[in-house]
Every structure is written in C-alpha cells, then in structure tokens.
C-alpha cells in the first residue's frame, strides 16, 4: 500500500503558510495537523474551567475533557488509565521518576543507565544516585570495530557483552531509551529487560524519539515505567505522558505538591495518579494530545514507517555520495546524523537553513555519546509523515551546496 | 551579502593569529555550550596595551573567523578601549549579517578576549 503524504502534509497549516519549508529536524519537535490546533483552541473556545472539583458544566465537560484523554492514551500504550500521570513533558517523567526513586535507593545499590541517553534520561538518575549513595555506571556502545567509530554494526548500538556484570544483583533501576535521539539506535530491549527483572531491578523506558515511530505496548515490554513527550508525536508542547505500574506509583513520592493532591493533610495524598498532578494541568494542550492520538490512529502506521524508511534510504544514499560525509547511526531509523570533513555542522545547519532545510546541529543533549563518538558536534536530519522524496531532494541539494562553498 | 561571505571562510581556512603566543599575560578559554565551539586566547599586555594575540579556536567558521578578524586588529590597542567595545561594533566589524541562532558563536573569541583582559586587569590593579 502507499502511503499518501501529500494528503497528510495537507492537515498541517505550517506547510500552507510556509510552503517552501523543508522540516527535517522532526526529533526535536514535530508540527502539528489542524485538529491538533483546533482541540486546543476549542477547549478555550468551549469548556475552559479548571479542573477537578468543579461543579458547573463547562467544568465538567473540562474534567471530562481531561480525563477521557488520559483514557485514550491509557488505550494507545496499553496501560489502564491510573497507570497514565500527565507531566509537561519527558524531562519532567524522568525526574519524576528519578526523584521519587532517589529516597528508596541505598548506599550500596547501583542504577543503570547508558550511553545512547538523552541528558533527560542520564543527568536525573545521576543526581538521584549520588543523593541516595548509589553507584551509577553507564553501559557504554559497541566501538570495537565497524566503520565510523560507530560501533561492531556501524550501529552505533550497546555493547552488552558484559551486561550481566553491569546489571547486577546490585542493580535497583535500569534507565534505557528506546531510541537515540541522534543515531536512532534501538537497544536490544528483550535481552536488558530480562537481565534488569532477573535481578528485580526496576526499568524505566524513555520513549521520547520511539513513541511516533513504533508502536508502543507497555505490557508486552515489561517495563515498570515510560516516558515520552506530545509534542513529539504532532501533539502540543508542554504534554508529556509518564506511564507507571501501579505497584511503581504507589511507592514513590510525588515531585510536585500542592492543590490537587491532598487527600488529608499532613501527608496523605490522592490515589495515583492525581497524587502526582499538583497544581493546573494544561488541559487545552491534552485536549491538543488527544487529537494527536486520534491523528496517528487513523493512519496505518505500518505504511507510514516504510514510507519513513524509503526517504531515510534516500537521504543516506545521496549523503554518502557527497565528499566528506561521513552518516553515523542505524539504518533502521528515521534519524540521520552526519559530519563533514572540513565544515563544522552549525555551518552545514546555517547553510542549510539559508535553502530553507531546518536540521539541527549540535551535541543534541547527548553529551555521553559524543564524547564516546569523539566528536564535539553533529548534523541531524529527522523524518516524519509530512515528508516527501522532494523534501529529500532539497536537502541533498543544499548540502551539496555546503560542500561547495566550503570546499 | 551572505553569512559565509569570501572573507568569513578566508579568516576560517587561514586563521591570523593562530596558535598560542608565549610568555603570554593574559589568557582565557571559554566554550559555547550549545554547539561545543571552544576557543583559547592568549595577550600580551604592554603599558596598558594590548602588544602581542594568539588563539586556539575549535568550532564553526563563525567563531573561528570572527575570533580572526577580531584578532587582526588588535595590536597597539589599549585594552580600555577593548573593553569598551560593545557586541554591536564586533558584529559591524565581521562585515556579513549574523542571524541571532549564530549571535553566540559570533561573540565566543569577543567574549574570551574581554575575559582575559579583565582577570588581567584585576590581577595587576
């Protein structure tokens, strides 16, 4: 089946505005269709009251509002709608979650992450062990051999051959994305999974890139908790989604008090999970994230990531074939991240930027990876559903042009 | 005219003033967090003026190249004047339009030099 791009770029008011725009730098943040914007806004237009507690009708319907999206995207993932806490965004999930982990560690636990993390997943459970007197230590990728300095595959993937050592019986939490968000690298989740429950460890997945690309089905990954992002997947900025098991929620602290989440004072909170969503959510962009659910629930998702695949083909083919470029990362993902001998990449992004391609440049909040990478910088390209063989085109073109002006 | 003007790439192919100088008086490094641009000056103060540059810069055209130009016209010129200079004359000086993403990597060996001179300042007051 194909899959019809022109049909989808046509729900995004961005491109009518902006036709010559080029979007490629999706994994920082996507844009977002007209029923996105139009949800937003409707809320405003229709039912703005605050929630919780409101005995009015344009309150109720806000709390129906709320809570019917938390459902939906409780259905999305596959969890049960108390298993779903509203956060502003994934950073927020995972300090969270660190937090509320940093008062049960002990002096002589370990927690787990790796070097593939966003800083967002990395800097959180590096605080929280060094507040609980834990040991952080880092699962770092496979550099052994492979072409780019990339790793075995030219993956740019974890090197598990020492996995059982790292995640120990030591091990409380083990904290993994499901994609890097600069070489698109997806762990081999299965095999650290089942190491991270042999020793009753926690895992905590941070779904930010993979939520708009796979599918996601938090009981059959096992995880205790996941975090990504709306604005991400066509939603709104300032949405986030931290999904918990129940077991998991009911034992960690919230990161936020306030109105909202006293049961009785002193201490004693609601039921999770509005024990953890002290203070006024942000319930219009909800209503946006629940239209963004709707928005990928009527696509095949299937024919849309082949659709993915073909452009990312398509750019790595025509990258290759430019002097100097050297592609980092998986095949397999939507993300593209390059370096050119001889021209730094906030050049190749400004040039870029000139022809009106929007890539990113940069250590992409991954500083552990690139040190491991040696590299101080990259250029990213990210795909998402709006773009086309052409989109491609333009960004082989310019960064041909890159290559000739700094040549 | 655009941002990687002939002498934009000039200064960043053929940096003046490359390499650290000795003996220096003054020296300072300083990073642009968001892209990892690093440089590294080094001065010679004399009487009050600044009598001798090098620098180290690893990053984008932009900062390497205005760390450069900038560089260029440094000699003979009292460091009080230096630190008066303010972001707006150094943008003028590079001569090419700085969109305000790249205001950062445009300023770093402005900022550095100024860093420099000031720990200088205070440690010969």
């Known amino acids: 089946m194909t899959f019809d791009w022109q049909k989808i770029k046509a729900e995004f008011p961005i491109f009518n505005s902006q036709p010559e725009l080029v979007f490629l730098d999706n994994a920082s943040t996507t844009q977002k269709p007209l029923t996105v914007l139009d949800a937003e806004r409707n809320f405003y237009l229709e039912a703005n009251a605050n929630v919780h507690r409101g005995v009015y009708e344009i309150a109720e319907k806000a709390d129906q509002i709320y809570e019917s999206v938390r459902s939906k995207v409780a259905a999305w993932i596959g969890a049960e709608a108390e298993e779903i806490v509203f956060v502003k965004n994934a950073t927020e999930g995972a300090n969270l979650l660190a937090a509320g982990m940093s008062e049960i560690l002990k002096k002589g636990n370990s927690v787990v992450v790796t070097e593939l993390e966003h800083h967002a997943n990395y800097i959180p459970w590096q605080q929280a062990a060094k507040k609980a007197g834990a040991e952080f230590r880092v699962i770092g990728i496979d550099k052994e051999s492979g072409d780019n300095g990339v790793g075995g595959d030219g993956s740019g993937n974890l090197d598990l051959n020492n996995l059982e050592e790292k995640i120990d019986a030591k091990c409380k939490v083990v904290a993994i994305t499901m994609m890097s968000n600069v070489t698109g690298a997806q762990p081999d989740l299965t095999r650290i999974i089942a190491r991270a429950k042999a020793v009753g460890a926690i895992v905590v997945l941070d779904a930010a890139q993979a939520a708009v690309h796979l599918k996601l089905e938090v009981k059959k990954l096992e995880a205790d908790a996941i975090f990504f992002t709306g604005h991400k997947l066509y939603g709104p900025m300032g949405t986030g989604i931290l999904y918990m098991k129940k077991n998991l929620a009911e034992k960690i602290s919230p990161l936020l008090f306030g109105g909202g989440m006293v049961k009785e004072l002193p201490d004693q909170w609601l039921n999770i999970p509005h024990k953890f969503e002290a203070g006024t959510p942000n319930v219009a962009g909800l209503a946006g994230l629940g239209a963004a659910i709707d928005f990928l629930s009527g696509i095949d998702r299937v024919a849309a990531l082949e659709h993915e695949k073909n452009l990312v083909k398509l750019a790595r083919k025509g990258l290759t074939e430019i002097v100097g470029v050297k592609l980092l990362g998986d095949e397999a993902s939507s993300i593209i991240s390059f370096t050119m001998e001889g021209i730094h990449p906030h050049d190749i992004a400004s040039i870029l930027a000139g022809e009106k391609v929007c890539i990113r440049a940069g250590h992409h909040c991954a500083k552990p990876l690139m040190n491991s990478l040696g590299l101080t910088a990259c250029a990213r390209v990210s795909f998402a559903l709006y773009n086309s063989e052409q989109d491609v085109e333009k960004l082989i073109a310019a960064v041909k042009k890159a290559r000739s002006i700094f040549k | ?125």
Not at chain 2, 11 to 37: S, T, V
Not at chain 2, 63 to 76: D, K, R
């Open chain 2, 1 to 125: 005219m655009d941002i990687y003007a002939e002498i934009i790439l000039d200064h960043f192919k053929n940096p003046r003033q490359a390499g650290l100088i000795e003996h220096a008086d003054a020296i300072a490094e300083d990073l642009n967090p968001l892209c990892g641009d690093k440089v590294k000056v080094s001065l010679r103060i004399k009487d009050g003026k600044i009598a001798g540059f090098g620098f180290e810069g690893d990053g984008c055209a932009i900062s390497v190249a205005s760390t450069s130009i900038i560089g260029e016209q440094l000699a003979g010129l009292e460091m009080e004047k230096f630190l008066e200079m303010s972001n707006e004359e150094v943008l003028e000086k590079l001569g090419v339009p700085i969109s305000p993403g790249r205001i950062k990597c445009a300023l770093l060996g402005f900022s550095c030099i100024k860093k420099a001179i000031t720990v200088y300042k205070h440690s010969h007051a």
